[in-house]
């Protein structure tokens, strides 16, 4: 039998070593890429899938504390021993763990040793400020023994750490500003740049059932600091306040305002803050309506300010009111006209409402005339009104178009 060539051995043998090689680096990029695999798996699934971590890596701390904290929950008056053992076995892999240490103070808080739980617990707030359940636990130890200070600490702290805490304090914070004592001690909170006091006193806006508390907090306080933010604020309560007839409240919230007169809340004229809507609900309101509106003319810095309005035809509505906190008495109405274009039956209404008895306005004027001078009085049981301005269009396709140059309203001696 022939011999094979010497160089076919050689190629041989290299191809050999190739596939070895190639089979060794197969095997290596598997091993790396399954231990990478479970690596990865952990990491996504440790905190919220931790059965699944613990079925690949069973020592791994946080996989093993998350886990406990879900037993811990199920039944957290009598939770099964197995939730301070993971715990335990969590810090025994990585000693530093502040949510072990946290459930283990869990743990033995519901076992009714409330010494070893607050060891436990603040040893897990000393390791992570970012452990809100370590705050949490804080904010009602420190609520039970009435150290208001220390409350507000803890809620500064969960509150800046982890802002989604909010869904859970801040209702209970706007459930205490009933206290003065926690009112005052928000202060610096509410002052501070940069916090939560915002988004609290927006959620305090929308959700509080105490609307005279919440004045209290911001008067007391002093409101926000910024002062963009402390008008949107304030904007958004008077609002509020205006449309649950909270008048009182209304006036004093307007009344701390930067530029707010006190004069403005008995008088009816036109003023450059109706411009730009400055003062809200507490100045001339608009009542835009597609068919029936209007705006105030003039530019800024001019003190000389009118109302143009329109209606369309077969239209009669609303398009202006302004909220007043006349006294009981004898009153001298004056409104003057520009420009008035109407159709046929078009005019314009004035009516003075009382929100103590809303069956039916306490005065009323329809008018056509350029000039218009006429007198009311103020029962003694109607501490605010509002003055609103209605308009028709009449009949045909003219509609109804005037510029109200001045309206005013002074006590008739």
């Known amino acids: 039998m022939a011999r094979a060539p010497k160089g076919a051995k050689i190629v041989a043998s290299l191809r050999e070593i190739g596939l070895a090689r190639i089979t060794l680096f197969s095997l290596a990029g598997i091993a790396g890429a399954w231990f990478a695999l479970m690596l990865a798996i ?8 931790p059965q699944s971590a613990l079925a690949f890596m069973p020592n791994e701390s946080t996989a093993l504390a998350s886990r406990a ?5 199920l039944n957290p008056k009598n939770p099964p021993r197995a939730v301070t053992n993971m715990a335990l076995k969590a810090l025994k892999g990585q000693a530093i763990h502040a949510k072990s240490l946290r459930i283990l103070g869990y743990a033995s808080d519901a076992r009714g040793d409330s010494a070893q739980a607050e060891r436990f617990v603040r040893m ?5 400020r970012r452990e809100p359940g370590a705050q949490l636990w804080l904010i009602e130890a420190s609520a039970r023994n009435g150290d ?3 409350t507000l600490i803890h809620y500064d702290i969960a509150l800046k750490t982890k802002p989604d805490t909010s869904t859970i304090l801040f209702p209970r914070l706007l459930s205490a500003i009933d206290d003065k004592d926690i009112r005052t001690a928000l202060k610096p909170y509410i002052r501070a740049q940069d916090n939560w006091a915002l988004a609290f006193l927006n959620f305090a806006n929308v959700n509080s059932k105490n609307l005279p508390a919440l004045v209290d907090l911001i008067i007391e306080t002093g409101g ?3 002062q963009e933010s402390a008008k949107g604020q304030e904007l958004d309560l008077l609002s509020r ?3 649950e007839s909270f008048f009182e409240d209304a ?6 305002m930067p530029g707010a007169r006190p004069a403005r809340l008995t008088s009816a004229t036109f003023d450059e803050s109706d411009r730009d809507a400055r003062f809200g609900p507490m100045g001339w309101r608009m009542i835009d309506d597609p068919d029936a509106g209007g705006g105030f003319t003039g530019k800024t810095g001019e003190r000389q300010v009118s109302l143009s309005i329109f209606a369309n035809s077969s239209t009669t509505r609303p398009v202006a009111s ?6 009981p008495g004898k009153y001298l109405f004056t409104a003057r006209l520009s420009n008035l274009d109407r159709g046929d039956g078009g005019f314009l209404r004035w009516q003075l409402r009382c929100p103590a008895f809303p069956e039916a306005p306490i005065w009323t004027i329809d008018s056509i005339k350029v000039t218009l001078r006429a007198s009311f009085s103020i029962p003694a049981n109607c501490p605010v009104q509002f003055l609103d301005l209605i308009a028709s269009g009449g009949k045909g396709q003219a509609g109804l178009e005037t510029n109200v140059a001045s309206v005013a309203i002074t006590p008739e001696s």
């Not at 897990?124 to 992570?128: E, F, I, W």
């Not at 006036?251 to 701390?256: H, N």
């Not at 302004?322 to 006294?327: E, F, I, P, Q, S």
């Open 322 to 327: 302004k909220l007043l906190y006349l006294k």
């Open 224 to 226: 926000l600091e910024d």
């Open 251 to 256: 006036r004093r919230i307007y009344l701390r």
């Open 69 to 73: 904290d879900q037993l811990f929950f």
């Open 42 to 49: 952990s990491g996504i699934t440790r905190i919220k899938a």
């Open 124 to 128: 897990a707030a000393r390791l992570s």
């Open 241 to 243: 306040l205006v449309h």
């Open 148 to 150: 208001v200070g220390q």
